[in-house]
């Protein structure tokens, strides 16, 4: 097997990975949104029950409207996840008709991998806290320094638009 041979099917993995955590975050975030969207009807009933005065065609229109954004969400949802599973599809057939072009053969390509990882040397226990305590800092004293900034030219805007008012 070519070294480009190597590099191609390493790539299209990486690619199907990174295809399948994307996949992954858009049904996290279409799961999110239907709690979201019963929140919002649940909202919508306890108003409802409260104004006994409202007339029957009142009712229906907003039943009918949360049920409108209801099947819109699904129809949302779904079409994401035919979008990514033909994206995950085609990736495939990728490798595949990568792998049976160039005959790679798979037992050969995994146990290169293994070897490959059995030559990492992986840092101490002590070096890896020192390094996590690091960047913790630092990302701590980051978002400290952005909250700062965003307070200050939050008051700077207020403030200018209170001079032109």
Aim: overall charge neutral; proline content about 0%; glycine content about 4%.
């Amino acid at each position: 097997m070519t070294v480009t041979a190597k590099r191609s099917l390493i790539a299209l993995f990486l690619s199907l990975v990174l295809v399948v955590s994307l996949f992954t975050v858009n049904v996290a975030a279409a799961t999110e949104a239907e709690g979201t969207s019963a929140e919002v009807e649940s909202v919508t009933e306890k108003v409802t029950g409260t104004e006994k005065e409202t007339t029957k065609k009142e009712e229906v229109t907003t039943e009918s409207a949360a049920e409108k954004a209801e099947r819109e969400q699904r129809e949302e949802t779904i079409t994401t996840l035919i979008i990514n599973g033909a994206i995950i599809a085609a990736i495939i057939l990728i490798i595949v008709i990568v792998a049976i072009k160039f005959r790679v053969k798979l037992g050969a390509f995994l146990r290169s991998v293994k070897s490959e990882l059995k030559k990492i040397v992986w840092t101490s226990k002590e070096n890896t806290r020192k390094g996590f305590l690091v960047v913790a800092i630092v990302a701590v004293a980051f978002a400290i320094a952005l909250g700062l900034m965003d307070f200050a030219f939050q008051t700077g805007i207020s403030s200018l638009a209170e001079l032109f008012k």
